[in-house]
């Protein structure tokens, strides 16, 4: 099976694995996926992540994180920039998620980076995500 969107799936999979309650989700791996889960380490919204490598696959094992009440730390995982659509913002533009509660990811030339950093930075980029 081909995947148009790898980035939709990475996001679709931990969304998936925090409503089913999953301690642990599998993703197949590729960079731009690992900086995007090593941004959610960062940002507290996953708990932890390693490359498991079995033969030419790898994969990507991300921790989900829950608070005392069981509910998932991650409420809401959104795809901005799509294969179909991309979306870029000039650094002037980079968007504030839920008045700066949740966190935009943005690919720019400095790499996969948090909204946040894009402003102090200066550098606008592709938006790939919104996470709250």
């Known amino acids: ?7 939709s799936d990475l ?3 931990i969304r998936n694995g925090a409503q089913a309650g999953h301690d642990r989700v599998l993703i197949p791996h590729s960079r731009l996926k690992e900086a995007i889960v090593k941004l ?9 992540f ?3 490598r079995k033969g030419i696959e790898s994969w990507l094992e991300v921790g989900l994180r829950y608070d005392r009440d069981s ?3 991650i409420r809401g995982l959104e795809r901005v920039s799509k294969p179909s659509r ?3 913002v000039r650094r002037d ?10 966190l935009a990811i943005l690919t720019t ?7 946040r950093d894009a402003r102090r930075d200066g550098v606008g980029g592709e938006v790939i995500c919104y996470v709250w």
């Open 50 to 52: 390693e490359v498991r």
């Open 109 to 115: 030339p400095k790499g996969v980076i948090s909204d």
């Open 71 to 73: 509910k998932a730390i």
């Open 86 to 88: 991309r979306i870029y």
């Open 93 to 102: 533009e980079v968007p504030y998620v839920r008045n700066g509660l949740g």
């Open 1 to 7: 099976m081909s995947m148009s969107d790898p980035i």
């Open 11 to 13: 996001l679709t999979r």
């Open 40 to 48: 959610l380490e960062f940002e507290g919204f996953v708990d932890g």
